[in-house]
């Protein structure tokens, strides 16, 4: 018997409908929870969970809590329906399987870990605004031309006109998202992002200031101040790109109520101190 199931992750918290289909018409007596749970990833349910077939009565058990039904099922057409319903616990997210075929189980702590490690892969550096000016095809845009550390200035597009006036941009020290990929915007070559705060409305956006003291090309990271020599390398564009690894970070970065930047607990410093927003809290950083 193969058996193949569809939308199983939306079983995980909370009831569904799973489908599992039969290459045969021939429906063994018994298909166990290892049969299930190695397609399924359901392995926050009973552990000795069994799919009984007694004629008319067929019925869904979970022996661990007590022999209690789970659900039911009933063999029509070839195919295997029945209602099922699971709960994993808060703290716990379930991922896929390992290299050698096992259930691998993630605690929050970890995947907080792991979150923390693609933001360190990012190349955020501390940056100066030589100078900017309106685009000329793009009302909403600014191109600004930015130190990053390199033997060139960087030509970045910020989506800021609507938010910061032009002569407050000149001079001034960024924090510039360096290893994306170059983004062609109305013809101008966008090679990185400034990175700023913006309330919940989104009316409100201020450009993220580096601490004072700080000098282009330094490199930001997320944690402590002993941790800055054991970073991770910092990714490719294009491992940026395939992984989403700004995608899996940025939501989890923002100010707090002192308007320091930073990802859950862990600040957003360079070597001289933390890199803040001028005046908003509890903003959203992208």
Same mark, same amino acid.
């Given at each position: 018997m193969t058996v193949m199931g569809i939308g199983a992750a939306n079983l995980l918290k909370g009831s569904g409908t799973l489908l599992l289909s039969c290459r045969t018409n021939s429906i063994p007596a018994v298909v166990t929870s290892t049969t299930i749970a190695s397609r399924l990833r359901l392995n926050y349910c009973s552990p000795t969970l069994s799919l009984h077939n007694h004629k008319n009565n067929n019925t869904?058990?979970?022996?661990?809590?007590n022999g209690s039904k789970f659900g039911h099922w009933s063999n029509q057409s070839n195919k295997l329906y029945f209602n099922f319903y699971c709960t994993a616990p808060s703290n716990v997210s379930v991922q896929e399987q390992g290299s050698s075929g096992e259930l691998v189980e993630e605690d929050e702590e970890s995947k907080l870990r792991k979150i923390k490690d693609a933001a360190n892969s990012l190349d955020i550096r501390v940056g100066r605004i030589l100078r900017a000016w309106r685009h000329e095809e793009a009302d909403s845009l600014y191109v600004e031309e930015v130190d990053v550390g390199e033997p060139e @200035? $960087?030509?970045?597009?910020?989506?800021?006109?609507?938010?910061?006036?032009?002569?407050?941009?000149?001079? $001034?020290?960024?924090?510039?998202?360096a290893n994306l990929k170059p983004r062609n915007m109305r013809g101008v070559k966008s090679n990185g992002m400034l990175m700023a705060a913006s309330d919940a409305s989104h009316e409100n956006v201020e450009l993220l200031e580096p601490p004072e003291g700080s000098v282009p090309g330094e490199r930001i990271w997320f944690g402590s101040v002993d941790e800055k020599d054991n970073l991770p390398d910092?990714?490719? @564009?294009?491992?940026?790109?395939?992984?989403?690894?700004?995608?899996?970070?940025?939501?989890h970065l923002k100010t707090d109520g002192a308007c320091v930047a930073a990802l859950g607990t862990h600040c957003m410093r360079a070597s001289t101190g933390v890199v803040v927003s001028p005046s908003l809290k509890d903003a959203n950083i992208s």
């Open positions: 869904l058990f979970g022996t661990s809590v @200035p $960087r030509i970045i597009c910020s989506g800021l006109v609507k938010y910061v006036p032009l002569d407050h941009l000149q001079e $001034r020290g960024v924090i510039v998202l910092v990714a490719t @564009p294009n491992q940026v790109a395939k992984k989403k690894i700004w995608e899996l970070v940025q939501p």
